[in-house]
C-alpha cells in the first residue's frame, strides 16, 4: 500500500463549479499534511498547509480527518487558471515529506 | 531573491556518462533536498541535507551522490548514468527540517539513452 493515496483523474469541471479531491495516507504517526499545486511541465509549490481543525484560504478549503486518515481539498467556484495537478504532501516524525502522486484538475469554459 | 535555481534544464547523456546537476538557493534556508518525479510515481526523495556538512540518504539514494560544503549549494552527482534514471530533477530547500514550505527550482529533464 503506498504512503499516499490520491484518486489521478482527471476531474473534468465547467468554471463555477465546487469540486473536492481526497487523500489517503497510512502513517498515523504523520505530523503534518500539505497541499501542493504543479501545473504542467513546472515546478509543484506550496498551495495551503492543512491544520487539524480545517482551514480556509479564498476558494480553497482543506480538511484533515485524522481518525480516518485522509485529508481533503475543496475547491469553490472553479476558474479556468485553476487547472492544475494537486499534490497531497505528509510529513511524519523524519526529516521528510511523502508525495501523492496528485490529482489532476481540468476546468473548462 | 532568485529562489531556487538549477542548471541544466535540459540534459541527455549516454549509458555510463557521469554528470553533476548543480542547485543554489540564495534564501538561507538550511534544508535542501533532491527529488526525482516520474509518470504514475510521485516526487521520490534522492537525498537531503539538514545543513552544511549534513546529507543523508532518501528513499532512492542509488546511483547518486551529494554534497553540502555551503548552505547555498547543494550538487547531485550521477556517477554512472542509467536508462533508469531518466527523469525530472527536482531541487528543493526549506527554512527548517519542519519543512512547513519547500521551494522548488524549476527542475532538470534528464534523458539517458
Known amino acids: 500500500r503506498k504512503e499516499v493515496e490520491q484518486d489521478p483523474g482527471p476531474f473534468n469541471v465547467p468554471e463555477g463549479a465546487t469540486v473536492a479531491f481526497n487523500c489517503t495516507y497510512s502513517n498515523s504517526a504523520s505530523q503534518s499534511f500539505f497541499w501542493y499545486r504543479q501545473d504542467c511541465r513546472k515546478e509543484p509549490k506550496l498551495l495551503m498547509s492543512v491544520y487539524s481543525s480545517g482551514n480556509e484560504d479564498g476558494r480553497f478549503t482543506a480538511q484533515l480527518n485524522r481518525a480516518s486518515q485522509y485529508i481533503s481539498l475543496l475547491i469553490r467556484d472553479s476558474k479556468l487558471s485553476d487547472s492544475a495537478t494537486y499534490l497531497c504532501?505528509?510529513?511524519?516524525?523524519?526529516?521528510?515529506?511523502?508525495f501523492g502522486t496528485g490529482t489532476r484538475l481540468q476546468v473548462f469554459p | 531573491n532568485a529562489g531556487v535555481t538549477q542548471t541544466p534544464k535540459f540534459q541527455v547523456l549516454k549509458t555510463g556518462q557521469s554528470m553533476t546537476l548543480q542547485c543554489a538557493q540564495d534564501m538561507n534556508h538550511e534544508y535542501m533536498s533532491w527529488y526525482r518525479q516520474d509518470p504514475g510515481m510521485g516526487l521520490r526523495l534522492i537525498h537531503y541535507?539538514?545543513?552544511?556538512?549534513?546529507?543523508d540518504q532518501g528513499e532512492v539514494p542509488n546511483g547518486y551522490n551529494v554534497s553540502r560544503s555551503t548552505t547555498e549549494d547543494f550538487p547531485l552527482r550521477l556517477l554512472s548514468a542509467a536508462p533508469s534514471q531518466t527523469s525530472v530533477y527536482f531541487c528543493a530547500s526549506s527554512y527548517s527540517h519542519r519543512l512547513n514550505e519547500q521551494y522548488f527550482g524549476p527542475g532538470t529533464r534528464l534523458t539517458v539513452t
Open positions: 504532501v505528509v510529513k511524519g516524525l523524519t526529516d521528510k515529506l511523502i
Open positions: 541535507s539538514v545543513g552544511a556538512g549534513i546529507t
